[in-house]
């Protein structure tokens, strides 16, 4: 099985951006408020993401990391709704079997914490105490250690945690309740305390994106019967390397999506000039029964029950919107 699974992480571990968008989820899943994440030599040596979630209880704790071990889907059904980030149960699994990787948690309970280790094939399915307080620490070194081939596909110490920051970008972008700290080679790259106000929130995609986004962004607030959009549009007024500030979740998930992606630029059509690219942070909300999320492993892409009404929903608000703040 194990084997089995250094095939099957190609699916989920592409790069140390990849492990931490799975770390993360993990965190945010057991409910944490507060995530440290430490990386080294751009995540290849070293991420270590320690948060104040629900923990792991010592007997669950080898189980997490095998394959198809996951706690969120208990009836079928449930594969209907998703609500939880991670479904699968093989990140972990996967992440273990190309790297070594130590998993550290406390939970309610118990009076001190727990650590399995696993590296590659091998796996220390007994744990050993280990203080922590309640919640979880991966400790995931080497990353493809044991798949050279791998390795080689792997960029620039700058690139990959460039990849790594977009990810924690991301998550922080629609987890406005948890606080983020990101620490690179021993420096403080961000520090995010949790965001409640909108003002607050303001600030917050302010300091990760670009200050000059929120200085001329609109507000977007629209509620029909089956669907909500929030968020802000900026006027396409920003330079080149700002191109690429288009964040847009749905139900907290972000997504890259043709359809929403097609809509955007219809509702922007009026306002592009000197071809310059929307700018957006934008939350779509709608029962999750309508959307499929299970389209690819990695989760950018989600298919619409009913896509024309989800499209005419972001065109017509978003051209609305747009039309009153013209140039
Ligand atoms: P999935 O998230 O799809 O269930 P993973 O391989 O990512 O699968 O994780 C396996 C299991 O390990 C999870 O279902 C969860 O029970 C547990 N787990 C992993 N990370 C954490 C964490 N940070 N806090 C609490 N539990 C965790
Ligand atoms: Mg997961």
Known sequence: PRLANQIAAGEVVERPASVVKEL???SIDAGANRIDIEVENGGVRLIRIRDNGSGIPKDDLALALSRHAT?????????????SLGFR???LASISSVSRLTLTANSEGQDTGWKVFAEGRDMETISSPAPHPIGTTVEMRDLFFNTPARRKFLRT??????HLEEVVKRLALSHYDVGFTL???QRTIHQLRPAKTRVEM???IATLLSPQLMDNAVVIDMESPDLRLWGWVGLPTFSRAQADLQYFYVNGRAVKDRLIAHAIRQAYRDVLYGGRHPVFVLYLELDPAQVDVNVHPTKH?????DGRSVHNFLFSTLNKALASVRP
Request: cysteine-free; overall charge negative.
């Open 301 to 305: 892409e989600i298919r619409f029950r």
């Open 157 to 162: 110490e700058k690139t990959e945690f460039g």
């Open 71 to 83: 706690s969120k889907i208990s009836a079928l059904e449930d594969l209907e709704a998703v609500g």
């Open 183 to 185: 620490r690179h080679n």
């Open 202 to 204: 303001e600030r917050r």
């Open 89 to 91: 149960g093989e990140a």
């Open 24 to 26: 993360l989820e993990n």
